[in-house]
């Protein structure tokens, strides 16, 4: 399973603004749910219930929401560079600013714990995260998670 099969060109947001991770999951819910097809506020409350479980900020400014979902045929993404950082009880302590919402349908379990394994392994690149934070548009950002980010999660 490569990015591009689960993240589209319109499922990007280059200067998502929020305000708190509340906030910021809320925003990127709106975003996951128009390239999903799902509505908007169910996606918030699923990723707001599995972050109740634990925060998925994993360290390095990176958070990565995800849940199952009814309905949904294959696992869907979407990426959002924050304007600025928020708090996101990640690991580390460090206040989050790139954050990629994995969707996957509820019987998607193995699919599933691959697609976060792949996203984790590519946003564990530091040298790659500079390059996502310094790009200008969403256009760019998909370049970078298709073509550079497909080496870094292999």
Do not use: N
Not at 23 to 45: C, N
């Amino acid at each position: 399973m490569d990015i591009q099969d689960i993240l589209s060109p319109d499922a990007l947001e280059p200067r998502l603004v929020a305000t708190s991770k509340k906030h910021a999951i809320e925003q990127i819910a709106r975003l996951a749910a128009k390239a999903s097809g799902l509505d908007a506020r169910l996606v918030f409350e699923v990723l707001l219930e599995r972050e109740r479980l634990g925060s998925t900020g994993v360290a390095h400014g990176i958070a990565i929401p995800h849940g199952r979902f009814a309905g949904l045929a294959r696992i869907h993404g979407a990426f959002a560079r924050l304007e600025s950082p928020v708090e996101f009880d990640a690991a580390d302590g460090a206040p989050v600013d790139l954050l990629f919402v994995l969707m996957a349908p509820e019987t998607a379990g193995a699919d599933h714990l691959k697609a976060l394994g792949r996203v984790s392994r590519m946003l564990r690149d530091a040298a790659f995260c500079d390059k996502l934070r310094a790009a200008s548009t969403g256009k760019a950002l998909y370049e970078l998670l298709v073509r550079d980010g497909a080496s870094k999660a292999a």
